[in-house]
């Protein structure tokens, strides 16, 4: 299977959740280098910013059509259907929530606000920003903590993997999918993060499989073809073993 977006899978792994809208893409590199990320002017793209804030759902009544209707909208806010309805002509009477029930109608609209970003799938070049925003430096460096990034490139982290590996000794060479579960020591993690954070996605796998080859599987000639999904998590040598060894130094 072939990996749509290697910059996602590495986003995912070393920074966490995609930004999921305009808003959100447009907050990590500006407004003039949105634009030009996605060949438009930049008053298009503040268009754009103000058009999604319209369409998302802020009003119980929305919220309601959003989930789907009266049910849907009670399980999203973990009240009873009654209990919308009783919103619902409260809203349309123009009355103002208390404190707990507006707690609670927070709760519905927010997850009407995740189900309608889910549901939006941006075309032209409104997809265009968005895949140029994942690969882009400048998104990736705001978007991950200097902690977390000071934390794996010196401290050692945890990788689990799902990932095309090419093994090739001189004598046999061969490629297959494998699962990978392990972690690496010190700061072994510091020159493919730095690849990634600079946005340079071939240049992080590279540094992957030589740092594969050298601690993990020293003689293989260990590289990745591609990388199907991925997490780095703190280090933790209790979960897959810890590279390299430490009668190694």
Do not use: C
């Not at 409260?90 to 709760?107: D, F, S, W």
């Not at 994942?134 to 990736?140: E, F, G, L, W």
């Not at 690849?195 to 080859?213: E, T, V, Y």
Request: proline content about 5%; glycine content about 10%; cysteine-free.
């Amino acid at each position: 299977m072939s990996i749509r977006n290697q910059g996602e899978v590495f986003w995912k792994a070393w920074i966490g959740k995609l930004p999921a809208t305009i808003r959100e893409r447009v907050g990590l590199v500006g407004v003039d280098e949105a634009a030009r990320l996605a060949g438009v002017q930049p008053r298009t793209i503040k268009d754009w910013v103000r058009a999604e804030d319209k369409a998302m759902p802020k009003t119980v009544e929305q919220a309601i059509k959003e989930m789907g209707g009266v049910d849907a909208a009670a399980h999203a806010a973990g009240v009873k259907p009654r209990t919308i309805k009783g919103w619902l002509r409260n809203e349309r009477r123009g009355h103002t929530p208390g404190t707990r029930q507006a707690v609670h109608i927070g709760k519905l609209t927010d997850a009407a606000k995740q189900q309608h970003i889910a549901s939006q799938k941006p075309r032209g070049n409104q997809a265009k920003l968005a895949k140029a925003v994942v690969a882009s430096p400048k998104a990736r460096q705001q978007a991950m903590s200097s902690r977390r990034a000071a934390r794996m490139s010196s401290s050692g982290a945890h990788l689990q993997m799902n990932a095309k590996v090419i093994i090739d000794t001189g004598r046999r060479k061969d490629a297959r999918w494998r699962e990978i579960d392990m972690n690496f020591r010190d700061d072994i993690m510091a020159e493919p993060t730095q690849k990634f954070l600079n946005g340079d996605d071939a240049g992080a796998l590279s540094k992957l499989g030589d740092a594969f080859g050298e601690h993990y599987a020293p003689g293989t000639g260990w590289q990745f073809g591609e990388v199907r999904s991925m997490s780095i998590g703190e280090f933790n040598p209790g979960r897959g073993g810890a590279f390299p060894d430490p009668d190694q130094y």
